[in-house]
């Protein structure tokens, strides 16, 4: 371990890494891009990523590297996919402000096609998932019920029955599903941001996580109906006893109080 | 009202015969005796005061959950068969589930009304437990736990015992998936208990959790065992409360001897009738706007499942509280293990309950007192038990804290691991600092009690003294005020007596009568009251110069 | 009790106690430093002396009555007009079921109105002289409790009880005894823990099946930091004891850069890094995998038990009182996942007879 981390910090290190990425990505292009089409797409692509580092440079790389190599603020990004780029940077995420227990969710400051460049720039480092098509998280078709039952089965522990986020030890939490793109859910369940573990198509597939994404879109979203009135929050029995504590009982009591008070007299007024 | 507009009818119609109303009730005096029931009671007189109606709120709330409950039992099948579901819940369907949380989905989504029914009767469950509480809280604060009240305290208290574990076998019943982790929690604590715990848990269970028979036995004990219980309960406390008349607050003209306030009939009758249909009305306006309980969003139980935020009902979170903060002790001895962990706070969550329930009698000791007490004391002129009443709760309130410490980790940003220790901490501490808040406030209040009797009420109004000096005028109480600020009783501590008898002979103290002298010290010492002012106090006050 | 140690007139209450019981009401004395001016005189309400006002009091009476009846019209109407299954948007309520509002709104109308219209009759109309009732005390006289003592020593007398031992003796014993009866009868609630506590469906062979996909789950599957879970091969949803074996045999599978496994048990048991862990808490039994993929730590969602994955499943934090039971697997010729057993020690919380 000892020798890695030196020589990771080797001033080469990170040349030696972009090296080998840009060989990696070359190499898969050549193998799966189309032939007729490679030529100009190349170009395009390398422009890309070229962009794509000069944001990297200015927004990232002082916690993780000037080749993504990482550093002790920030952890490699060699290998993790354009999805994690996508994910981080468009819920705000990164860049990260502050350290703490976890980095939460912000308001994003790049532009989708910042975001595209600096996720192709990590993607020449190592493959990785890619950004998901529409047609892979729309969740249009897909099964709820079946949505429901792999919600309840892989997600609902962290994020509550219906997606209201909760809590995880030491400060870290499991944020609330309300309001988040299904591309960012998707790009979630494939690659794990922060400590939530990763649920890779291998072992979760693509109509899985459609179907997860259908549930969510059911029952945690502006569009759910709650039958019963006002939903507290969706948290179960803490947030009922506090209402039935302040709200119930409050409107016993100031009934009661109205009951039993003195009726007004006529010579005091 | 009914009788007298009955009776002038009546009149009108035919001279010799009596009134139908008056015939219907001579036929059932000569076979209930009814004249004789009404002799003492159709006059009785209730005092009015708002505090006086908690435990109504809850009488009240107990009768809309049997009516609501008789309901739901119409359509609700106690059933743990696997069925497929096609109700028209569309995210549920083609699920697998049990029986009887199918048949909750269509009392929720294919019964007309059935939703609200359900919600009235959970709303109305938590207001109850929540009523019955803040009731024996008010008992407990106004003394009027003491003699002769000392059974029907106890009645009240097996009450709400009962109404807890009522609850908790009720909302087990829809098989869901919140309240089949809280089964389990319940298995997990009994397969604790040694040496029999798993005998226990297969006898409950029917074998091994979860079985297919657990929901048909807690709706027998939830339906039939236990609300019989219950309902046996209220009538023997509401006979008590009829026989040993109300209580009252000191005042001009309420002694200990007689009870002030209007009659049963008309007025009380208006009221607490009227009061019922406003207690049902506010929970019905509740359950018509406030969802409880959606155990469609949970989905339906399943042993390898789980959501986070997994909280019993409110009145359940105190032990909630205790499992979350003890620390995972296990002995393992001669292929044996004692589980701690679990089995410490499952002994402890009865003596919560036993600690409140058995203060009334170790008050009794202390003070030796063997009156009758129908005048309720102000919280503050009984410190020590204001004290401890209010440490208590404050003990509640932080194991309450512990169980919904996951939530608090979020919604105010904290390590749950930092909130576990808060309350683990605060499990020892914060009730002897509430015992000791509480305690030095209510001496305060009785300072200014004091204060008030003797110099008048503070009007606000600030004069200027021809020296130049400002004063604020203060007016004086009037003989109402000054004597219900001074009807309380004050005492002395118990001596232990001499320590040598007339023979020189020194005598032996037991312990236990050296602890009841120290507890009789705290409860009425130097540090347990402040002396009420005295005639002469007075009078030399308010003889003297006109202001101070 | 000892109180004859502490001497009756010292307890604070015999103090108080002459004073208490025969104090009349008008006089001060040294304990009660002013006399009790007495109930104050009555005072008229506007209504008692105002027919008018008495007339706008009777007319709101019946106005809430008049409402409620409406109300109940309203709720009828609301039954037969409104689909069972028709939401609105009501803000800030949300989207919502129309006929639950509309019932609940209606029927709490009508019961409020009843109510508020008894309360307000009774408050402004209602006579509202207070009376004052004596009190008697509760126990009963002297003589009434010779008269009960003496009936009943004569009934005892007359029984016998006292003198035929035997009689007294067996009824005890037979009443002692009856309701063991029902005891006994209680037997056939359940079978016997044995030894089902210890066992689960996992045995040697037996491959890891995908709960997502219902497909037997390959080594390459599972990268590092995902998290899948499995259960037995041949356990299916539909099975009758499906709910009892997942309580037992559920497992959380994660994949571990085996340099960071610190338990050398743990990498033996596990197949180049894949774990494959107990999904049910040792604490009293909730399905734990609130798992973090960069601490390794997993956290039960019922009591916050923490445990540590890369250490043996090591508890770290919370209420529980033992490691969390690895499962040992390895791969088939085909590279699926399988066990190469059942757990090594009973999964779940901990009982008596676990040892």
């Known amino acids: 371990m000892k020798k890695l981390s030196a020589r990771r910090r080797h001033p080469l290190a990170a040349v030696v890494v972009l090296l080998l990425a840009l060989a990696a990505t070359g190499g898969l292009y050549a193998a799966f891009a189309p032939a007729d089409k490679a030529q100009a797409d190349e170009t395009a692509q390398s422009l890309t990523i070229e962009e794509g580092k000069k944001l990297y440079s200015v927004g990232c790389a002082s916690c993780h590297g000037t080749g993504g190599q990482g550093t002790t603020d920030g952890p490699s990004l060699v290998g993790v996919g354009a999805a994690a780029v996508d994910f981080q940077v468009a819920t705000g995420r990164m860049p990260a402000q502050q350290p703490g227990a ?72 499991a944020p609330g599903l309300e309001d988040v793109d299904p591309k960012h859910i998707y790009e979630a369940m494939q690659t794990g941001p922060q400590n939530m573990p990763s649920f890779p198509d291998t072992v979760m597939s693509e109509e899985n996580k459609k179907d997860i994404i259908a549930y969510l879109n059911a029952v945690n979203s502006d569009d759910t109906v709650n039958p019963g009135g006002l939903d507290l929050g969706g948290l179960g029995p803490v947030s009922e006893g506090l209402f039935g504590w302040i709200f119930g009982l409050g409107a016993m009591i100031a009934v009661a109080v109205w009951v039993a008070a003195r009726t007004a007299k006529a010579k005091k007024s | 009202m009914s009788t007298t507009s009955a009776s002038s009818h009546g009149e009108s119609r035919s001279r010799g015969k009596a009134p139908a109303g008056e015939r219907l009730a001579d036929w059932a005096d000569g076979r209930l005796g009814i004249y004789s029931l009404a002799k003492a009671n159709l006059r009785k007189i209730f005092p009015d005061h708002w505090s006086f109606m908690l435990g109504e709120v809850a009488l009240y709330s107990f009768i809309i959950i049997i009516l609501t409950g008789v309901y739901l039992t119409l359509f609700f099948h106690p059933s743990m068969n696997e069925v497929e579901y096609h109700g028209s819940y569309v995210p549920l369907q083609g699920q697998l589930m049990s029986e009887a949380f199918a048949s909750t989905l269509d009392i929720s989504f294919d019964v007309r009304g059935g939703l609200l029914i359900r919600q009235i ?40 015992v009962l109404g807890m574990f009522t609850g908790f076998t009720g909302y087990s019943l829809p098989d869901d998936l919140l309240s089949g982790t809280g089964v389990r929690f319940m ?223 979020t919604h105010f940003h904290l390590s749950i691991n930092a909130v576990t220790w808060f309350v683990r901490i605060a499990f020892f501490v914060a009730p002897v600092i509430a015992f000791i808040v509480t305690k030095r406030i209510c001496l305060g209040l009785q300072r200014r009690d004091k204060d008030k009797v003797l110099h008048g009420r503070e009007t606000g109004i600030i004069k200027r003294l021809p020296h130049g000096e400002f004063i604020e005028v203060h007016e004086p109480l009037s003989q109402e005020q000054l004597y219900s600020l001074t009807a309380h009783e004050q005492h002395a501590p118990a001596e232990l007596g001499p320590t040598v008898d007339e023979n020189g002979v020194e005598r032996k103290i037991k312990r236990k009568d050296k602890l009841r002298a120290k507890l009789s010290k705290g409860y009425f010492g130097e540090d347990g009251q402040i002396a009420k002012p005295t005639v002469e106090e007075y009078k030399e006050i308010t003889s003297g110069h006109g202001h101070h | 009790m000892s109180s004859h140690e502490i001497p009756e007139e010292n307890l604070p209450a015999a103090q108080a106690a002459d004073d208490h019981e025969h104090r009349s009401v008008a006089v001060a004395d040294e304990k009660h430093p002013f006399a009790d001016p007495g109930l104050p005189p009555h005072e008229h309400r506007i209504q008692d002396i105002d027919e008018r006002a008495a007339r706008r009091s009777e007319r709101t009476v019946a106005l809430l009555f008049t409402v409620s009846m409406l109300a109940t019209i309203g709720f009828i109407a609301s039954f037969v007009a409104i689909g069972v299954d028709e939401n609105v948007y009501v803000w800030p309520f949300g989207h919502t079921n129309a006929l639950n509002m509309a019932l609940g709104l209606t029927l709490g109308l009508a019961l409020f109105c009843i109510g508020a219209g008894a309360v307000h009759w009774a408050r402004t109309l209602m006579s509202d002289v207070e009376i004052a009732d004596e009190r008697h005390a ?218």
């Open chain 1, 102 to 173: 976890q980095v939460p969710k912000k308001k994003n400051i790049y532009s989708q096609a910042e975001i595209d460049q600096l996720a192709a720039y990590i993607a020449s480092l190592g493959a990785g998932p890619e950004v998901p098509t529409k047609s892979q998280y729309d969740p249009a078709g897909a099964d709820i019920a079946e949505g429901g039952e792999l919600f309840r089965t892989n997600c609902a522990q962290c994020h509550n029955f219906t997606g209201k986020g909760g809590a995880l030890s030491k400060g870290k939490y």
């Open chain 3, 138 to 355: 509760i126990e009963a006289a002297p003589e009434v409790k010779a008269k009960v003592m003496a009936d009943f020593k004569q009934g005892a007398g007359e029984s016998q009880i006292g003198r035929r031992k035997l009689i007294r003796n067996t009824m005890l014993g037979a009443l002692a005894m009856v309701p063991l009866s029902g005891i006994v009868l209680l037997r056939d609630l359940g079978p016997l823990p044995e030894e089902k506590l210890r066992h689960t469906l996992w045995s040697k062979g037996k491959l890891l099946v995908n709960m997502n996909t219902n497909e037997p789950l390959k080594a390459s599957d599972v990268a590092v930091g995902s998290l899948t879970f499995a259960m037995p091969e041949g356990l299916e949803e539909h099975d009758e004891d499906f709910q009892k074996e997942i309580a037992k045999a559920a497992l959380m599978i994660v994949r571990i850069q085996p340099d960071n496994i610190k338990d050398k048990q743990e990498l033996e048991w596990s197949h180049e890094g894949i774990v494959a862990y107990s999904k049910i808490c040792t604490h009293v039994g909730c399905p734990i995998s609130l798992y973090e993929q960069q601490t390794h730590h997993v956290l039960c969602p019922c009591h916050q038990s923490t445990f540590d994955l890369s250490d043996g499943g090591r508890v770290i934090f919370g209420p529980a009182g033992h490691a969390l039971p690895q499962l040992r697997i390895t791969v088939n010729d085909e590279g699926y996942l399988e066990a190469l057993g059942d757990f090594a020690e009973p999964v779940g919380p901990a009982f008596w007879e676990r040892g």
């Open chain 2, 121 to 160: 009767h959970h709303w109305a469950a938590l207001v109850f437990l929540a009523a019955m509480f803040v009731h024996m809280m008010r008992v407990f604060f106004t003394g009027a736990f003491r003699k002769p009240r000392e059974v029907n305290w106890l009645f009240g208290f097996l009450l709400f």
């Open chain 2, 187 to 409: 298995e997990g604590a009994i397969l604790s208990v040694p040496i029999v715990g798993t005998y226990l848990s297969f006898f409950l269970f029917g074998g091994e959790f979860p079985g297919g028979d657990f929901v048909a036995r807690f709706y027998s004990v939830h339906i039939l065992l236990l609300p019989g219980i219950m309902l046996g309960l209220v009538v023997a406390h509401l006979i008590l409360v009829f026989y040993h008349k109300h209580t009252q607050f000191a005042g001009p003209g309420r002694t200990n001897k007689n009870v002030v306030g209007m009659p049963l009939m008309p007025v009380y009758m208006a009221k607490a009738g009227g009061f019922f249909f406003l207690v049902f009305g506010v929970i019905s306006a509740i359950a018509a706007l406030v969802q409880i309980n959606p155990i469609w969003a949970m989905g339906p139980y399943r042993p390898d499942q789980v959501s986070t935020g997994a909280q019993p009902d409110w009145y359940m979170g105190f032990s909630e509280g205790l499992i979350r903060a003890m620390p995972g002790w296990e002995i393992n001895f001669a292929g044996h293990t004692l589980v701690l962990g679990v089995f410490i706070p499952l002994v402890i969550f009865p003596l919560v309950l036993v600690a409140i329930a058995a203060y009334p009698f170790i008050e009794a000791w202390v003070t030796g007192d063997k009156r009758e007490h129908h005048i309720a004391d102000r919280p503050r002129n009984a410190p020590t038990r204001t004290a401890v009443g209010v440490a208590w709760i404050t003990w509640y309130v932080v194991m309450l804290i512990g169980g919904g410490n996951d939530l608090f980790a």
